[in-house]
């Protein structure tokens, strides 16, 4: 199997080198062009329109080249775009095997960081120095400023260079959804610190919620695990099959990051969440998690009355205000709650308060998007300038950030009450060159193209434990798969009972001689030299 | 090379006559042989990036040299022996249970008349070959569920506590046993099924004869025309013995399972989460390659040792 993979991906690599080759005719004849005619800053200067491919990650379809959205856009800035198509079925795999062919796109989109060394020693990725982003897009450099959580300029930054830019999120923390009709029945109200979480979900399990005369509803699951730990000052990830993802550190207050799930603290959390199992707050089925199977932010346990708390991005269930009789404000696990519960109801409470006043909820990158230039698209400066011109427009002009990413208006989306609304979706949006050179949701574009839906996201949700971009070490990555192995086996049987809420000691013992701390010290130590070189 | 046994009659001859007596047969091998030189053997040097610290864009020779540091990061890992015992328990459980399986179920259906039936049950039977194990893992999942699902509701009424098998380690490697015989036993009894249908008919008038009812007849005259095709396929079977099923475990396995669940495989998986470690995973993989050459090597000694049929 293995070798038969090798050699597909060797047959294919030569392929892909004999096109190249013969690609190559034309191409040295357009940059030599390019080059002569430099225009100094500005992409406007009229000349050849400069080629330019861009692989914005794996999509659903290819962009027609003719599209409408795709000719403004190359009219604008005096490129002729072409999208690069990577089948999203084995992404990586296909993806791998142009690049080993030695073809490359001029931009890509990278989606996780620990991919950046690797791209960069590989030669694929290009330098694309902080200065000259900072002169030729300075809009977006102003607004980045504005937003930096302190880690955004050096988030693309390896071994003092840095590789490409990284865009400021309007990043949402995960918010609470209460079954309202569960509350209302027995006349509770939503609660708000830990000890009001813990009577309310344990009225859910006592008092027969569902009026069936049966007990036999629990409270919650593991998506309301990172509610806990974020009383009590810690970022807790449980993902789509549960469990504790270790790779994801947290960034402490004072700008060094650690493993949340060492900490002492961690312990206190455990001997909560043990208590509440036994109790039956949490339904035994954790172990196989809230989703069972489908779109991965349903939560079938949610929706089919065995709990009554869970946790997801607001926009989730609810688009853009907390009216839940409107149907146009439904989301994605609200149709489908809906579906299922035609009288049912939800309500969005805060994030529970701890002991010590702490709270909030895990966050996705307040940094993201992470977009580079390839050492192809590096090597040419027609193409860095209109690469950064685009960002600077994305940052500048809303009608055009609208235009890339929402498409034109009639056509591609309307406006209703609560904001724009896309009209069409998936495949076909994707063909007409919608959402392929856009930057995502940053501040900018939720503050002035979906400003109903920003508002919203921010109203129903408190602190964010927000992700952190860690530098990738090697110190982490070859003893990611032990640790995680430790810490959930750990984990879970100390929430189970299987082993006693002591033994957390021994597990950090064991986390820590395993390589936890010398992976911990490596990244801190890693992170502090990319905070120095953007100083 | 020399020897061609036809019934009992060795027939010794020089190689160059052999090759130009039957030519045809050697002209119709070229295609086979170039195909496995350049597909099989060539890509084997790629072997090489177990030993590097591979780049795909530098190549194998722009890539640096490391040695065994891949092979060591493998054996000193603390989880290594316990994910490798993992692997040898559930690959021997399901060698043991899901082998036999399909051979059953053939005979089982040849015995059948009604030939609608037979068609039918045989349908069904290797339908689930065709469902993935992601889609096959959520109706498991549902199914064994200690709160939704028949089995435990059944449990619950006959007074029993219920259990949650997927959850409970002392189950876990029960599940994937008979839910990977479900899912395979049907497609696997398809090569069974097509060498019962080449039995000589005449055999069994034969048996008849002799006064032999279904019972000895399947024993004496099914099972032994089975016996070549048996051997094969357990010769072939031995060689996966450490190819566990990724798929399959992968969407079973929570952190409460880990410690048997947890194979080899799944354990490269999560590793690679982080990386693109292409040298690592080759050298797992030639690791594993390596033990499974070894076992097909021994498995056919021992084969031919006890029986005549062996794939060499």
């Known amino acids: 199997m293995k070798k038969s993979k090798r050699l597909i991906a060797g047959f294919m690599a030569s392929m892909m080198a004999a096109s190249v ?261 949490i339904d035994k089925e954790f172990i196989t998690g809230e989703n069972h199977g489908g779109y991965a932010w349903l939560s079938h346990s949610f929706m089919n009355g065995k709990i009554g708390l869970t946790s997801a991005q607001p926009y989730h269930y609810l688009n853009a205000s907390t009216d839940t009789k409107n149907e146009e404000n439904w989301g994605v696990c609200m149709k489908e709650f809906k579906g299922l519960n035609p009288d049912g109801d939800i309500v969005i409470g805060p994030a529970p308060i701890g002991p010590d006043g702490q709270s909030g909820t895990e966050g996705w990158n307040l940094t993201g998007r992470m977009t580079c230039l390839t050492t192809k698209g590096a090597s040419d400066p027609r193409i860095v300038d209109a690469f950064l011109a685009m960002l600077d427009a994305y940052y500048s002009d809303m009608d055009y950030a609208r235009l890339v990413n929402y498409g034109l208006e009639g056509k591609h989306w309307k406006m209703a009450d609560l904001g724009p609304i896309r009209i069409m979706e998936g495949t076909d949006l994707r063909k007409e060159g919608v959402l392929q050179v856009d930057f995502g949701s940053t501040v900018n574009f939720a503050e002035n193209v979906t400003p109903q839906k920003r508002k919203f996201g921010h109203e129903v949700t408190g602190n964010g434990y927000y992700r952190f971009n860690a530098p990738p070490v090697e110190e982490v990555s070859n003893v990611i798969a032990t640790l995680d192995s430790l810490t959930n086996q750990a984990y879970f049987d100390i929430i189970t009972g299987a082993k006693p809420i002591d033994y957390f000691d021994t597990f950090v013992e064991e986390f820590k001689k395993a390589g936890g701390e010398a992976a911990e010290k490596a990244v801190q130590q890693a992170y502090a030299e990319k905070i120095a070189a953007v100083k | 090379m020399t020897a061609v046994t036809a019934k009992g009659k060795p027939v010794k001859k020089g190689f160059l006559y052999n090759m130009s007596h039957y030519k045809e047969y050697y002209i119709m091998l070229i295609p086979g042989i170039l195909f496995f030189l350049v597909f099989c053997y060539g890509p084997m040097y790629g072997l090489v990036i177990a030993f590097q610290n591979y780049y795909p864009l530098k190549g194998i020779s722009g890539s640096p040299f490391v040695g065994l540091k891949h092979f060591k990061a493998l054996f000193n890992d603390p989880f290594f022996v316990s994910v490798l015992k993992n692997t040898l328990i559930i690959s021997f459980y399901k060698l043991l249970i899901c082998f036999p399986a399909p051979i059953i179920l053939s005979l089982i259906l040849n015995e059948i008349k009604c030939m609608p039936f037979k068609k039918f049950a045989q349908s069904i039977s290797y339908l689930p070959h065709f469902v993935s194990w992601v889609v096959v893992s959520g109706i498991i999942i549902e199914f064994l569920s200690p709160s939704r699902g028949p089995i435990n509701i059944l449990l619950q009424n006959l007074g029993f506590e219920s259990i949650f098998f997927v959850a409970e380690p002392k189950c876990f490697r029960g599940v994937l046993v008979l839910s990977d015989l479900w899912k395979s036993i049907g497609w696997g009894s398809i090569v069974y099924l097509a060498a019962v249908t080449a039995v000589d008919p005449t055999l069994y008038e034969a048996a008849e004869m002799d006064g032999a009812g279904r019972i000895k007849k399947i024993i004496h005259v099914t099972l032994p025309a089975l016996a070549p095709i048996i051997t094969v396929m357990l010769i072939m079977e031995s060689g996966k013995i450490l190819n566990d099923s990724f798929e399959q475990v992968y969407n079973f396995l929570t952190p409460s399972t880990y410690s048997v669940g947890d194979v080899i495989s799944t354990f490269v998986y999560r590793m690679g989460i982080q990386k693109m470690q292409y040298s690592f995973t080759t050298a797992v993989d030639l690791f594993k390659n390596t033990i499974s050459f070894i076992l097909v090597i021994l498995t056919n000694y021992v084969a031919r040792k006890t029986n005549d049929y062996a794939l060499w």
């Open chain 1, 21 to 281: 080759l013969a690609g190559c005719s034309s191409k040295p004849a357009e940059s030599t062009q390019g080059q002569t005619a430099e225009a100094p800053a500005t992409a406007e200067e009229k000349g050849e329109p400069v080629q330019m491919t861009w692989l914005v990650g794996a999509t659903s379809a290819e962009v027609d080249d003719n599209a409408e959205v795709v000719k403004m856009i190359e009219d604008r800035f005096n490129i002729d775009l072409k999208a690069w198509y990577v089948d999203s079925n084995k992404y990586q795999e296909n993806l791998n095997v142009r690049f080993a062919g030695g073809e490359m796109p001029d931009v890509l989109v990278i989606d996780n960081l620990s991919q950046l060394p690797d791209y960069v020693d590989g030669g694929i990725i290009g330098e694309l120095p902080i200065e000259e982003i900072r002169e030729k897009a300075p809009n977006y450099a102003k607004i980045a400023d504005q937003y930096d959580d302190g880690s955004l300029w050096s988030t693309l930054v390896y071994k003092g260079k840095n590789y490409g830019v990284t865009n400021p999120m309007d990043a949402v923390p995960m918010a609470m959804f209460w079954r309202k009709d569960w509350l209302d029945k027995l006349g509770l109200e939503v609660p708000k610190t830990l000890d009001e979480y813990e009577k309310v979900l344990t009225a859910f399990v006592e008092q027969d919620p569902d009026g069936n005369g049966k007990k036999d509803t629990a409270a919650m699951a593991e998506r309301t695990f990172g509610a806990v730990f974020g009383a009590y000052g810690l970022r807790c990830v449980t993902g789509g099959n549960p469990r504790f993802k270790v790779e994801e550190m947290q960034l402490g207050e004072d700008n060094v990051p650690y493993f949340p799930y060492i900490q002492p603290k961690a312990k206190e959390v455990l001997a909560k969440l043990h208590d509440w199992y036994t109790k039956g707050l």
